[in-house]
Structure formats: structure tokens, C-alpha cells
């Protein structure tokens, strides 16, 4: 039942971004998609955290921190970015990284820079 819960989670936040997508198109700063997908999300009735902090722990020692974009329902971590072309695999291990030091199991990445929205859905 929890996996059917995250997976309808993320697809209204999917949702939600495509709207963002189809209004503001590609061009824009990251910034501007954040603050666009905080009113969809709130639209939605989603609750969110911007720029939440979490503690990045290395043999039981905090060695630092890391912010994310936003984490949606204290269930899911979403990174946007505004590239176009071809999006760096370093952004989907940035989000790994993410997932694994939050102990957070599932997060989305969604870039808004090309002419569709490209979305994808990360789990450890």
C-alpha cells in the first residue's frame, strides 16, 4: 500500500511540473521553475519544504550538509535544473547521494531546460 502511495504522490508532483513546463516552457532560470512548481504544489494540496537541510554522516560523524530544492510530503526530494541538451549524469548521482545520506527512498529530478519536461524518478 506505501508504494502505491509514493507512486501517486509522485505523479501529482509529475503532474504539477508539467504544468509548470507547459506555461513557463524552457529558458528560464531554476529558480523561477522552483518558485512556479511551490504555487502548483500548493495548488495541489502537497506540503512541501524549500531548500530543506539534511546532515551528510560519515562513520557516525556529521561532515556536513546539503540542501535540496524542495521535499515534497517529507516523502520525496525533488532537484530541478534548467539545462539544455543533454542532461550530466552527474545530476542523477547528486540526487543518489541525496537519497542515501537523508535515508530518503524516493526522488525526482526534472529538468525544465529543453523544449519537454524531462522527469526522472530516482529510488534507493
Given at each position: 500500500?506505501?508504494?502505491?502511495?509514493?507512486?501517486?504522490?509522485?505523479q501529482?508532483?509529475?503532474?504539477c511540473?508539467?504544468?509548470?513546463?507547459?506555461?513557463?516552457g524552457?529558458?528560464?532560470l531554476?529558480?523561477i521553475?522552483?518558485?512556479?512548481?511551490k504555487?502548483?504544489?500548493?495548488?495541489?494540496?502537497?506540503n512541501?519544504?524549500?531548500?530543506?537541510?539534511?546532515?551528510?554522516?560519515?562513520?557516525?560523524?556529521?561532515?556536513?550538509?546539503?540542501?535540496?530544492?524542495?521535499?515534497?510530503?517529507d516523502?520525496?526530494?525533488?532537484?530541478?535544473?534548467?539545462?539544455?541538451?543533454?542532461?550530466?549524469?552527474?545530476?542523477?548521482s547528486?540526487?543518489?547521494?541525496?537519497?542515501?545520506?537523508?535515508?530518503?527512498?524516493?526522488?525526482?529530478?526534472?529538468?525544465?531546460?529543453?523544449?519537454?519536461?524531462?522527469?526522472?524518478?530516482?529510488?534507493?
Amino acid at each position: 500500500m506505501i508504494e502505491y502511495e509514493k507512486d501517486t504522490l509522485t505523479q501529482k508532483i509529475i503532474g504539477c511540473c508539467y504544468e509548470v513546463h507547459n506555461q513557463l516552457g524552457p529558458g528560464f532560470l531554476e529558480k523561477i521553475y522552483v518558485n512556479a512548481l511551490k504555487i502548483k504544489l500548493q495548488q495541489a494540496g502537497l506540503n512541501y519544504i524549500a531548500e530543506k537541510e539534511f546532515n551528510v554522516v560519515f562513520e557516525n560523524i556529521i561532515i556536513g550538509k546539503f540542501r535540496c530544492d524542495l521535499f515534497v510530503e517529507d516523502k520525496v526530494i525533488v532537484e530541478l535544473k534548467s539545462v539544455t541538451g543533454y542532461q550530466p549524469k552527474l545530476f542523477q548521482s547528486q540526487l543518489i547521494s541525496y537519497l542515501k545520506a537523508s535515508k530518503i527512498k524516493t526522488g525526482l529530478l526534472i529538468n525544465f531546460g529543453n523544449s519537454s519536461c524531462e522527469v526522472k524518478r530516482l529510488s534507493v
